[in-house]
């Protein structure tokens, strides 16, 4: 059975400084790997997605994350948050049937 | 493209009463997702569609849930005698039927008083 992990439900950052969002999953079969944003009162949009390409993805909006087979992490991350990259971040993994298995969530706080 | 869309945005009603809430994906999209969505929590699986074959239903899916596509193109999503348990965002999504990237439409909010 597929799981994910989100450490930390708030992470706070300055404006310009580095965002790093963690995520660990737990997968019995190769992975599709996925990382959501969501605004208040909003749907989901889709920031990247890994699906057994690069091991580094990169996204919209100046995001990346990196897959780690080994530590069985999908790290988010962008060198300088901007006061509009306050939001809900989900990772997600998909099963083979296509479905989502969402974390609970990481609210980002950004601060002038 | 103009997205997934869902209708209502926002319901209100009271227990016991019934709501139905309707999803229309992208329009080559042939796979069609449903997600609850409570307060500080991520979305969680309820059901999928291939067409209008409804593939898979979650075990969060009682008996007073019941979701239709019936010519494989909007879906509905019907909850009869609702509980204040059911207060959450009713999330729509939408695949093609190659790759596994999923778009989201901006949610129905139920609240149950």
């Known amino acids: 059975a597929q799981s994910v992990t989100q450490l930390g439900s708030h992470v706070s950052v300055s404006e310009g400084a580095l965002v790093l969002l963690r995520c660990n999953y737990s997968s019995s079969v190769p992975p599709y790997l996925f990382w959501y944003v969501q605004y208040p009162n909003q749907g989901l949009q889709l920031l990247l997605k890994y699906t057994s390409a690069a091991t580094l993805v990169k996204g919209i909006n100046g995001f990346e994350a990196e897959f780690k087979k080994s530590e069985t992490s999908f790290h988010l991350t962008k060198p300088s948050a901007h006061m509009s990259d306050a939001a809900e971040y989900f990772c997600?993994?998909?099963?083979?049937?296509?479905?989502?298995?969402f974390g609970t969530g990481t609210r980002l706080q950004v601060f002038p | 493209d103009t997205g997934v869309s869902q209708d209502p945005r926002h319901k209100i009603t009271k227990r016991g009463q019934n709501v139905t809430f309707r999803c229309d994906p992208i329009s080559e999209h042939n796979r069609l997702y449903w997600y609850r969505q409570t307060l500080g929590q991520g979305p969680e699986f309820l059901t999928y569609f291939q067409n209008e074959a409804q593939l898979e239903k979650s075990r969060l899916l009682s008996d007073r849930f019941s979701a239709e596509r019936p010519k494989g193109s909007f879906s509905t999503l019907e909850i009869q005698r609702t509980e204040q348990g059911d207060s959450a965002m009713y999330l729509c999504a939408s695949s093609a039927r190659t790759g596994y990237e999923q778009f989201f439409g901006p949610g129905t909010r139920l609240t149950v008083l």
């Open positions: 997600a993994v998909s099963t083979n049937t296509d479905k989502l298995i």
